[in-house]
């Protein structure tokens, strides 16, 4: 699994977890292969929180008791045993996410930047002024924690063209082209207002 570990355990929270789902003996990351009694997680993870079985760690075989199994039966407790053994074992990985996104020198990123992005992220670039945005202008954060390779290229706008005005057909000019029923005018004596006499 890419950037993954095997398990460590930071809390009964996190054993519970592990041990509820996966009913064997399985590797968790505890291990003491660099300095003997020295017990440390594979990821680097501090050693806060310790589940061992009644009498362990006891370095029992000669031969180097340098890993650490966690047994399901027994509330998940750990013991020390020999690195060959052929085991389950639980991966955990941090959160995925992607760093800034790529810089275009035609385009910029829409919105604030932040420093992380999580996965399926979705963002937008934006050609700068006085340029035409060609392709697709959006790119993705992946789960691998990398930007899909944006697709956008800008380019100059071509100038604007004058336009002419259109000449009106003969027999129109002056008159705004469209249908005309006539205009009313106002009346020159009160019987012949449409809407009345005028008080």
Avoid at 162 to 178: H, I
């Amino acid at each position: 699994m890419y950037g993954a570990h095997l398990a460590s355990i930071s809390t009964p929270e996190e054993q519970d977890f592990i041990n509820n789902r996966y009913r064997e003996y399985q590797w968790i990351g505890l291990n003491d292969r660099t300095i003997e009694g020295d017990f440390l997680w594979s990821d680097g993870v501090p050693l806060l929180y310790e589940n061992w079985n009644p009498g362990q760690p006891d370095s029992y075989f000669l031969s180097g008791e340098n890993c650490v199994v966690m047994v399901w039966h027994d509330q998940g407790q750990w013991s020390d045993v020999p690195c060959n053994y052929h085991l389950s074992y639980t991966c955990k990985m941090g959160l995925v996410s992607c760093g800034s996104p790529p810089k275009l020198p035609l385009a910029q990123v829409s919105g604030r930047p932040r420093l992380r992005y999580e996965v399926d992220t979705v963002l937008r670039y934006q050609c700068r002024e006085g340029l035409a945005q060609r392709n697709l202008p959006l790119i993705r954060c992946q789960e691998n924690g990398r930007w899909e390779r944006p697709q956008i290229s800008c380019v100059p706008r071509r100038p604007a063209r004058a336009l002419r005005p259109a000449k009106a057909p003969e027999g129109r000019q002056g008159r705004p082209p469209g249908r005309w029923k006539g205009l009313l005018t106002p009346p020159s004596s009160p019987a012949a207002d449409p809407f009345g006499p005028r008080p």
